[in-house]
């Protein structure tokens, strides 16, 4: 059974900082990789994915893949207080099912 | 952006009263999700549907929930006797039945048990 874990479970940084998230993952065969992103009282959003190995920019925000350490993570280049939300992690499996496994999550506060 | 649209949004009963939410997926999504989330915190997976069938769920659900989707247009939660620990925002998704395709979230209903 798949086992998605974030850390840090909290982080508050100063505005203009760069800002890095962590997920893993137990499961190899694992083929999809999310970050939603939640404001506080609003739906979660999708934010960025990525699908292979490597890095993906777009924007502030750059998702790194590394399928043979389990690991992907979220960078946040000069981070805004409009950064401040929950991220949530999430990874899908090969084939036609969309189930997400989400992480607990990550609640980013950023300070101005 | 996609329109998932829950109903109501706030929701008050009292402890041993059944509760019952809504979720209209978006057009076209074979796919829909109930999460509950407490606290602001992680995503509590529930129930998941594909093309109206339930295809996998918790055994919290299998116990004390009901949910189906009548039509590919309409979801429905329903909690059978309520309990405190059920209070909670409870997020509705749907999405293309595909691991690369995005899930979309309604705004959620929030429950209250007093």
């Known amino acids: 059974q798949q086992n998605v874990q974030q850390s840090p479970e909290s982080l508050i940084v100063p505005e203009g900082a760069r800002t890095s998230l962590n997920c893993t993952f137990s499961?190899?065969?694992?083929?999809y990789f999310w970050w939603y992103r939640q404001h506080s009282g609003k739906a979660p959003k999708a934010l960025m994915?990525?699908?292979?190995?490597g890095e993906k920019e777009e924007g502030r925000f750059t998702i790194h893949l590394n399928k043979a350490s389990l690991h992907f993570s979220l960078h946040i280049r000069d981070s805004q207080p409009s950064d401040s939300a929950l991220y949530l992690c999430?990874?899908?499996?090969?084939?036609?099912?969309?189930?997400?496994?989400f992480g607990k999550g990550t609640k980013l506060s950023v300070k101005s | 952006d996609a329109a998932v649209t829950q109903k109501p949004r706030y929701l008050i009963k009292m402890k041993g009263q059944e509760a019952e939410m809504k979720c209209i997926p978006e057009?076209?999504?074979?796919?829909v999700f109930w999460y509950q989330q407490k606290q602001s915190k992680e995503l509590k997976f529930l129930i998941y549907?594909?093309?109206?069938?339930?295809?996998?769920q918790i055994d919290m659900v299998k116990e004390r929930f009901s949910a189906v989707c009548p039509s590919s247009s309409l979801c429905s939660l329903g909690i059978r006797t309520c309990e405190a620990e059920d209070s909670a925002l409870y997020l509705c998704?749907?999405?293309?039945?595909?691991?690369?395709?995005?899930?979309?979230f309604g705004p959620g209903t929030r429950l209250t048990v007093l």
């Open positions: 999430a990874v899908s499996m090969m084939g036609s099912n969309a189930k997400l496994t």
């Open positions: 499961d190899s065969a694992s083929q």
């Open positions: 994915s990525i699908f292979s190995n």
């Open positions: 057009k076209g999504h074979t796919a």
């Open positions: 549907f594909q093309n109206q069938q339930p295809l996998d």
């Open positions: 998704s749907s999405t293309l039945d595909r691991g690369y395709a995005e899930q979309f």
